[in-house]
């Protein structure tokens, strides 16, 4: 049975600091904006964070501010994903649905922890 892939609901609660995605199957994901933010799809982004991971001194400081975990705008593109945008500007990921169902952080779906959103 392939896993059901496509959004019944999407509801992102700012307050709260997460995204909430109810699929057509009835299940129910809670995403972190701080995970979403740090689990970003962009190429730039996947790109920081290979170097991080290869770098040969993991201490790294940087004097500009951490990317914003605030959700200012969200967007559909087409029927597989949606985009949001971040606080800083930050407009360059696009989640896929595909990526997002896989991702699932309950227990149900992935017992020892959500999954990277998409390998680097």
Known sequence: MMTPTR????TIERAAGVMIITWL??????F???WLRAHCPCATCREERREAVLAADPLRLTASPPPSTEVVDA???GNYAIRLTW?????AGIYPFSALRMSC??????PDG???LIVD
């Open 75 to 77: 967007e559909f593109v």
């Open 105 to 110: 952080p309950c227990v149900q779906c992935n």
């Open 114 to 116: 959500a999954p990277p």
């Open 25 to 30: 199957d009835g299940h129910r994901s809670e």
């Open 87 to 91: 606080g800083d500007g930050h407009i």
């Open 32 to 34: 972190s904006l701080a």
């Open 7 to 10: 959004p019944q609901s999407i």
